[in-house]
């Protein structure tokens, strides 16, 4: 058999194992909120679309919890993406709202897929992808519960990789980073190991077992990790965590209990903070809460030990589906036993415990879920290493790009990568916040592999920047201004029959106007 007919096959042989097959102009993997919107720009534009979305929901964080937006500069936002906050003003009798309920905002993902008649597939994950000369021909995805659903087979001219994973991104063979890159390699200040003040523990807090003893070992979430120099590179990752939605109504509140396999030791840490430093409330303490609409919260990090569970997602980027799936759930437990560690565990001073025994999960919220978020915050994983590659200098407007396909506004924001000793006591590794920059443009060669690979992939959510710049640009209403500008690249590149690499630019910044 020669190699073209080996190719042939291999190509083929998806088609005749599954039997199950569309063809479609664009092809978008995970129904994020980017997902969302480049699916409905798209469809709107006249082209064919299929979303792809591995679990039961839409809109990923913005529906997940994330209702405290993070904004920067609401001017930088435009398109669709500002459309979808002016929908959810309309929900609340405003001309336009950036605080909002989960269900609200995934009414309004489900309204735009409707009005567009966008096809969704829930419940599908990407098993594989057949590419050839450079184009991916066509995706194989596989249940991702335990349905009865079959495997499918999803040919189309253009795949857009809207996931927070970059799995299609990944498994195209594409190059990507995970971690921090030495602040030498992009002449960067801010990247690269980071030992700063933000998010920090006070001053003595011991970290073994027993306190004074280094023999009896170290206490539960912190690391036998050395510290490196500032600057250094590594392959951590910055800490993941749930926004929690949270509501004081008694007639819409059901109480916080002791999840699975609870261990009290996990927040022995916070008793220890709490010695050396009393709060006299929650919020900017243990925690952050911004209230929401009707009595709920967006709960997020705040502190030495809060709800980030710092150091447990260095696996995650590149694992398996059955290992993520675990680290999933380690988060959630950890999670849920930190809140009713706090409202139950008589070493917590009274007045913490009965703030918190006033919150608990809404009833109308997450209701197949157990009223828990079913969307873990991916803050970063996999970065694309593309034709262009953003970087502090862009995040500060000390260079800038001609080929701006949307702008982004925030503050450089890193949570914590490490919890480790320092000098005999315990210290956070890895916080920065650091802005008071204006708004800047995102290149388009961002979102597009490095020319000689894949021509027929846009990448707007994993897209290519470094640790430090990822941090600024990675918020959910930038994620969707990229998500519709990748759509109108993938119609561009379809209509002028060229690879993403080689549309008009100049064209596609027209069409996004």
Same mark, same amino acid.
Request: glycine share 8%; hydrophobic share 40%.
């Given at each position: 058999?020669? &190699?073209?007919? !080996?190719?042939?096959?291999?190509?083929?042989? +998806?088609?005749?194992?599954?039997?199950?097959?569309?063809?479609?102009?664009?092809?978008?993997?995970?129904?994020?909120?980017?997902?969302?919107?480049?699916?409905?720009?798209?469809?709107?534009?006249?082209?064919?679309?299929?979303?792809?979305? +591995?679990?039961?929901?839409?809109?990923?964080?913005?529906? *997940?919890?994330?209702?405290?937006?993070?904004?920067?500069?609401?001017?930088?936002?435009?398109?669709?993406?500002?459309?979808?906050?002016?929908?959810?003003? &309309?929900?609340?009798?405003? #001309?336009?709202?950036?605080?909002?309920?989960?269900?609200?905002?995934?009414?309004?993902?489900?309204?735009?897929?409707?009005?567009?008649?966008?096809?969704?597939?829930?419940?599908?994950? /990407?098993?594989?992808?057949?590419? !050839?000369?450079?184009? @991916?021909?066509?995706?194989? /995805?596989? #249940?991702?519960?335990g349905t009865n659903l079959k495997n499918r087979v999803i040919r189309a001219k253009q795949f857009i990789d809207c996931s927070y994973e970059g799995d299609l991104m990944a498994k195209a063979g594409v190059t990507y980073t995970i971690g921090r890159e030495a602040s030498s390699q992009y002449n960067e200040p801010l990247n690269g190991v980071q030992f700063r003040d933000k998010h920090q523990f006070p001053d003595g807090v011991d970290p073994y077992v027993v306190p004074g003893k280094p023999e009896s070992g170290l206490v539960w979430g912190v690391s036998t990790a050395k510290l490196a120099p500032n600057g250094s590179a590594d392959k951590a990752v910055q800490a993941y965590n749930y926004r929690l939605c949270f509501t004081n109504d008694p007639a819409n509140r059901i109480p916080i209990t002791r999840p699975e396999g609870y261990d009290s030791t996990k927040y022995e840490l916070l008793l220890r903070q709490i010695a050396k430093k009393m709060p006299t409330e929650l919020t900017w303490?243990?925690?952050?809460?911004?209230?929401?609409?009707? &009595?709920?919260?967006? @709960?997020?990090?705040?502190?030495?030990?809060?709800?980030?569970?710092?150091?447990?997602?260095?696996?995650?980027?590149?694992?398996?589906?059955?290992?993520?799936?675990?680290?999933?759930?380690?988060?959630?437990?950890?999670?849920?036993?930190?809140?009713?560690?706090?409202?139950?565990?008589?070493?917590? #001073?009274?007045?913490?415990?009965?703030?918190?025994?006033?919150?608990?999960?809404?009833?109308?919220?997450?209701?197949?879920?157990?009223?828990?978020?079913?969307?873990?915050? @991916?803050?970063?994983?996999?970065?694309?290493?593309?034709?262009?590659?953003?970087?502090?200098?862009?995040?500060?407007?000390?260079?800038?790009?001609?080929?701006?396909?949307?702008?982004?506004?925030?503050?450089?924001?890193?949570?914590?990568? !490490?919890? /480790?000793?320092?000098? *005999?006591?315990? &210290?956070?590794?890895?916080?920065?916040?650091?802005?008071?920059?204006?708004?800047? +443009?995102?290149?388009?060669?961002?979102? @597009?592999?490095?020319?000689?690979?894949?021509?027929?992939?846009?990448?707007?959510?994993? /897209?290519?920047?470094?640790?430090?710049?990822?941090?600024?640009?990675?918020?959910?209403?930038?994620?969707?201004?990229?998500?519709?500008?990748?759509?109108?690249?993938?119609?561009?590149?379809?209509?002028?029959?060229?690879?993403?690499?080689?549309?008009?630019?100049?064209?596609?910044?027209?069409?996004?106007?």
């Open positions: 058999m020669n &190699r073209l007919s !080996q190719v042939f096959l291999l190509v083929l042989v +998806p088609f005749c194992l599954y039997g199950q097959s569309i063809t479609v102009d664009i092809c978008i993997y995970g129904g994020t909120s980017a997902g969302v919107i480049a699916a409905y720009s798209a469809k709107k534009s006249g082209k064919s679309v299929v979303l792809i979305e +591995p679990g039961k929901h839409l809109g990923g964080m913005s529906s *997940g919890g994330l209702g405290a937006t993070d904004i920067g500069n609401k001017q930088a936002i435009t398109g669709l993406s500002r459309d979808f906050y002016r929908r959810i003003g &309309r929900h609340y009798g405003q #001309p336009e709202q950036w605080t909002f309920e989960p269900h609200v905002a995934e009414a309004v993902f489900n309204q735009y897929v409707k009005e567009a008649n966008v096809t969704v597939w829930f419940n599908y994950r /990407l098993a594989s992808v057949q590419a !050839q000369n450079n184009r @991916i021909q066509a995706i194989t /995805l596989e #249940p991702s519960s303490n243990l925690m952050h809460f911004v209230m929401m609409p009707n &009595r709920k919260t967006d @709960i997020n990090n705040c502190g030495g030990l809060s709800t980030d569970m710092i150091g447990a997602n260095y696996e995650y980027p590149n694992a398996d589906y059955a290992r993520r799936a675990e680290i999933i759930r380690e988060h959630e437990l950890y999670t849920k036993g930190f809140f009713y560690f706090i409202g139950h565990d008589a070493r917590m #001073p009274k007045h913490l415990r009965d703030e918190m025994l006033q919150w608990g999960y809404p009833k109308d919220e997450y209701v197949d879920n157990n009223h828990f978020s079913p969307q873990l915050y @991916i803050r970063e994983g996999r970065r694309l290493v593309g034709e262009y590659v953003m970087t502090q200098a862009n995040c500060e407007g000390k260079v800038t790009v001609p080929d701006a396909v949307g702008m982004a506004a925030y503050t450089m924001d890193s949570h914590n990568c !490490q919890r /480790l000793v320092v000098d *005999g006591v315990v &210290r956070n590794e890895g916080d920065v916040q650091v802005g008071g920059f204006p708004p800047y +443009p995102v290149s388009y060669r961002a979102l @597009i592999p490095k020319r000689g690979s894949i021509q027929n992939l846009l990448i707007p959510v994993c /897209l290519s920047a470094s640790h430090i710049a990822y941090g600024s640009i990675r918020m959910e209403p930038v994620f969707m201004v990229l998500g519709q500008s990748a759509a109108q690249a993938a119609c561009l590149a379809i209509d002028d029959k060229k690879a993403v690499q080689d549309i008009d630019v100049s064209k596609l910044q027209r069409l996004i106007r």
